[in-house]
């Protein structure tokens, strides 16, 4: 699995973005957030450290895979879920993750429907 690079934004050829994604690649955590995160989700991913769970996230939210699925919500935040492992990534407009955590299938689903476009 290729991460997005210069050729690769917005993990599509057009390099522009679609209702599936709405950033160009994640650029870092948002500051307001990530140790907030960290602790409430750090026992899902085993990470020792707050730098290892956002470099676990900044690795997904970048990862390009047709496993992946994905929206945009209203706001234009991108939902990037992984059905094989249950992570799920919130990416705002901007390249700012938003959130890092697990779901099970049917959580995700659930939160399609209440935030897709």
Same mark, same amino acid.
């Given at each position: 699995?290729?991460?997005?690079?210069?050729?690769?934004?917005?993990?599509?050829?057009?390099?522009? !973005? #679609?209702?599936?994604?709405?950033?160009?690649? &994640?650029?870092? /955590?948002?500051?307001?957030? $990530?140790?907030? *995160?960290?602790?409430?989700?750090?026992?899902?991913?085993?990470? !020792? #450290?707050?730098?290892?769970?956002?470099?676990? &996230?900044?690795? /997904?939210?970048?990862?390009? $895979?047709?496993? *992946?699925?994905?929206?945009?919500?209203?706001?234009?935040?991108?939902?990037?879920?992984?059905?094989?492992?249950?992570?799920?990534?919130?990416?705002?407009?901007?390249?700012?993750?938003?959130?890092?955590?697990?779901?099970?299938?049917?959580?995700?689903?659930?939160?399609?429907?209440?935030?897709?476009?």
């Amino acid at each position: 699995m290729s991460s997005k690079g210069a050729s690769n934004r917005y993990g599509n050829t057009k390099g522009k !973005p #679609s209702k599936h994604i709405n950033y160009q690649w &994640a650029k870092d /955590f948002n500051d307001d957030t $990530s140790m907030k *995160h960290f602790v409430k989700h750090e026992s899902k991913f085993f990470s !020792p #450290s707050e730098e290892e769970y956002i470099k676990s &996230a900044m690795t /997904f939210a970048n990862t390009v $895979s047709l496993f *992946h699925k994905m929206f945009v919500d209203r706001k234009g935040s991108t939902y990037k879920y992984d059905p094989r492992t249950g992570k799920l990534a919130i990416i705002d407009k901007r390249g700012y993750i938003i959130s890092y955590f697990t779901v099970e299938e049917k959580q995700f689903q659930h939160i399609r429907n209440e935030k897709e476009k």
